[in-house]
């Protein structure tokens, strides 16, 4: 079955609430309207109800059973307020709140928090580290994950695959990098992906030495111990992941080579672009980036993102919510 239907008949009927602090962006509004129509989730639109209605009546979108809000005029601000400065404990002052949750990002981190929505999608107009940081802030890590890390499934065709982390830890440790494969191992099993995870490097098997090679070499080892079930290995270049003959040439007996889906970079250079290559030259879709590790489900998008992203990402967050 197709992913995505998969997908929508998890979350059918369960009237889950996903929040779009982008509201004034048409691929939001775009996708926001097409949910409803098709009855999947119910948005919920953050941003200036006027220009909101302005740019839907320009492109057409009907809003019929859309909610808005605005953070400027939301009844119960001072609530959130208030739970905002419990919940950073002596980091943001009253003050400071008061103007950090006039941010859409903020306001809609903090509904999810609250439990006012179900999950959020971001990214669209705002970078990465504005989108995140919210969450990073005010939900927090899920129990057992030290860190959050960023995920895409990479799809085309019956081809699906997982690479990581392509957003959020700049330069992760062998710890991090071990913990991010554990992550990504375990979304690919929600996304109907059987992992076999590759560890990636320029070398395989100890045909180049550094301390990058050395990083991954550890990361592997300590991702054995994390999830000793988990086929994994490492460190791996990307051909001897993918590519049967090449796997089996440069890395004998090894049950991932050749057969990875999911691809777990050294660092987030290489991750980023080495999505935005598959996606732009090979012609991948990227679903992403899904923010894994967190308390409660909220996904980035790439600023290069449509409205069909916006959609499929917003089904998919909800999808997490269960
Ligand atoms: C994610 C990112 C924005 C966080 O950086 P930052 O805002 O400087 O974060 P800080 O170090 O100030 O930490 C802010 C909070 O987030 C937490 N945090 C930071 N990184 C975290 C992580 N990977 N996992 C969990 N928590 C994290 C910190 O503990 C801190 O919490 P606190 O305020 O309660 O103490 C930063 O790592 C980043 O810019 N990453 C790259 C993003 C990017 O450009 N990606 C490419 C495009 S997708
Ligand atoms: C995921 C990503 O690279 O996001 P952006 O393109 O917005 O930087």
Known sequence: ???????????????????LPEGEDPRILGAATRLVKENILKPILIGDETEIKKIAEEKSFDLADIQILDPKHYADFEIMVEKFVERRKGKNTKEQAETMLLDNNYFGTMLVYMGLADGM???A????????????????????????SGSFIMQKGDERYMFADCAININPNAQELAEIAVQTAHDA???DIDPKVAMLSFSTKGSAKSDDVTKVVEATKIAHELAPDLPLDGELQFDAAFVPSVGAQKAPGSKVAGHANVFVFPELQSANIGYKIAQRFGGFEAIGPILQGLAKPISDLSRGCNEEDVYKSAILTAALAL
């Open 1 to 19: 079955m197709d992913l995505f239907d998969s997908l929508k008949s998890k979350i059918d009927g369960k009237n889950l609430t996903i929040v």
């Open 125 to 148: 107009i705002h970078s990465t580290g504005d989108t995140v940081r919210p969450a990073l802030q005010i939900v927090k890590t899920a129990p057992g994950n030290s860190r959050i």
């Open 121 to 123: 999608v971001s990214g």
């Open 189 to 191: 099993k929600l996304f």
